[in-house]
């Protein structure tokens, strides 16, 4: 069962323009949220992240989203560029002490941003 | 620094081999993660230790999969035997909570191949 969704598998951009990738999660345990980024070949990377008492947090070009009453959080990426052609991965962590170690992650969205 | 390495970076066997994959977390950080990537469930965890020590295995798939930790340097995951379903992408990640719960650093993966 999955708790955090990501239902579009690929998503296609032209450069310039906005990217948002979306992720649904079920469990109302979770209190901070994460999106990694991957490129071919390479481990996933943290980009950005969000505490479940904000509803957004922005860094630069990237702005996340958080909506806790429809179990939704996206990732804006504005201006897109080529270079942010990757796959990106919602993570959750559930509440408490334990840190990071119990990060669920989806399936991942392939962003492709074209010149 | 410089950052989780793992090896191989590909392996392709046969049904049946035992296969040993090797990480080597970075220094000073105390937890150590095994996840598994498949496109079905996106990123899964199989293990993770704290202080060498194994703290929560239930996401190993099988008996056939099995984890160490000897030290603070280095870690292995054993498939024996192997089956053609363990066919992934296989990450080590590694992270220190005296950071501030930082997130997880991975490693650029192992790719198995079991045929």
Redesign the interface.
Known sequence: DQQVKQNSPSLSVQEGRISILNCDYTNSMFDYFLWYKKYPAEGPTFLISISSIKDKNEDGRFTVFLNKSAKHLSLHIVPSQPGDSAVYFCAAKVGGNTGFQKLVFGTGTRLLVSP | DAG?IQSP?HEVTEMGQEVTLRCKPISGHD?L?W?RQT???????LI?F?NNVP??DSGMPEDRFSAKMPNASFSTLKIQPSEPRDSAVY?C?S?S?LKG?????????TRLTVT
């Open positions: 989780v970076r937890y993660f996840y496109m079905m469930r996106g990123l899964e965890l993770y704290n703290i929560d990450f990640a992270s909570r719960n930082s997130p997880l650093h991975f490693g650029n993966g």
